[in-house]
């Protein structure tokens, strides 16, 4: 390596200052996929992260009346964020309907199709003779929300997991962690730490190890929290001690958002935006996208279609349902028919019983015809 010489120098460490200066001019972009069960607390969790209302709550009269319609619908929020001179542009992919209904079979399809779309909207962009601005809406982050039951990971959970872990960066959490106790809440996470490493689900790691001692062991203690526990609250409350913090009013006494011996929520947030966003982006594009990038590649020519296959399972219920309503409509004409059939019969057997008996009284009337005329006299024949 050759040295410059000493003194003003000629301006290479520079470089990082113009790399800054550009990229506080661009920004960046930054979307997070939310995927869990209703009731979990997604909205106000993101609300929370931000410190500003980036999603409107939905209404606990208004959640549930679309039920019928057994589909998990993909909401996209957008929202432009602004710190110290530095914008991001953020967006926050919504899952309602996700593991809300009794059949949950492939309610995980609408998830992965949103995902890999943005993976091939990207690429197709990216094969363009033109490339002065892409739209880049590929998922950096996914925050799976686990429902708090204290038991284990549930099927679905497994299964979608296993699907996401796959394809972005994926994040457990544990919602609405005021409703366990620490005891409970340790032994969650551990039995969910033990299923994740059964099923080889692959979640979100960066290295630990940095030039900075300090942090290494913050990195340490973030990675140490994995599946995060969560408490969402925009509301403010007194502590006994006279604070105002961010937190839930219980008759025992405050939940706070932010303290570390209350719940994780500090650092998911270091995690998410303060520590690892860049780590998460650069992720996302160098392994997430270039993976399905390669895989595209290897069966595809270039610039041709994605080949994509209706895999919506509403429409597959509705094809079940209209089959099912097809088979109990040919079934009932079959009866129907049957039924004519037996009618027919049975009219064409007392049809030829009544033909029948009038030959039989025609027969009858012939014989007792013949019998009168051999009783006659010749003369009276004449």
Not at 208 to 221: F, G, P, Q, V, Y
Request: aromatic fraction near 6%; hydrophobic fraction near 35%; charge should be neutral.
């Amino acid at each position: 390596m050759v040295s410059t010489q000493a003194g003003a120098g000629i301006g290479i460490a520079n470089l990082p200052n113009q790399r800054h200066a550009i990229a506080s001019k661009k920004g960046s972009n930054y979307t997070i996929l939310l995927c869990g069960e209703s009731g979990l607390g997604k909205t106000t969790f993101i609300n929370t992260l931000f410190t500003t209302t980036i999603k409107t709550p939905k209404t606990y009269k208004r959640r549930f009346n679309n039920t019928a319609e057994k589909t998990v619908e993909i909401e996209i929020i957008r929202a432009e964020l602004e710190e110290k001179q530095f914008g991001v542009k953020l967006s926050v992919v919504d899952t309602p309907g996700f593991g809300d209904y009794t059949n949950n079979r492939d309610s995980w399809m609408p998830i992965i199709d949103f995902i890999d779309d943005q993976h091939e909207s990207y690429m197709r962009q990216d094969q363009q003779p033109e490339r002065l601005e892409l739209s880049d809406m590929r998922v950096h982050c996914c925050l799976y929300f686990i429902r708090p039951t204290g038991h284990t990971l549930k099927p679905l959970d497994i299964e979608v997991m296993k699907r996401l872990g796959t394809r972005v960066n994926l994040i457990p959490v544990i919602a609405k962690a005021d409703t366990l106790t620490p005891t409970d809440l340790h032994k969650f996470k551990k039995r969910i730490l033990e299923v994740i490493a059964a099923q080889n689900i692959q979640c979100y790691t960066f290295p630990l190890e940095s030039d900075d001692e300090a942090s290494t062991k913050r990195n340490m203690n973030i990675m140490a929290a994995m599946p995060f526990s969560v408490i969402g609250s925009t509301d403010d409350v007194q502590t006994v001690d006279g604070r105002t913090v961010k937190g839930r009013q219980y008759s025992w006494g405050v939940a706070e958002v932010e303290n570390e011996d209350h719940c994780d929520f500090k650092k998911l947030r270091q995690l998410l935006i303060r520590t690892h966003m860049l780590d998460l982006i650069h992720s996302t594009e160098e392994t997430h996208y270039e993976t399905y990038r390669r895989a595209q590649m290897e069966t595809r020519k270039i610039g041709e279609a994605k080949v994509k296959t209706v895999t919506n399972p509403k429409w597959k219920e509705e094809e079940e349902a209209l089959r099912k309503r097809f088979t109990e409509q040919v079934r009932l004409e079959e009866n129907r028919f049957r039924s004519w059939e037996q009618q027919l019969i049975a009219e064409r057997d007392r049809l030829n019983k009544d033909l029948e008996a009038e030959h039989s009284h025609i027969k009858a009337l012939e014989s007792e015809l013949e019998s009168m005329q051999v009783g006659l006299s010749p003369k009276q024949r004449k």
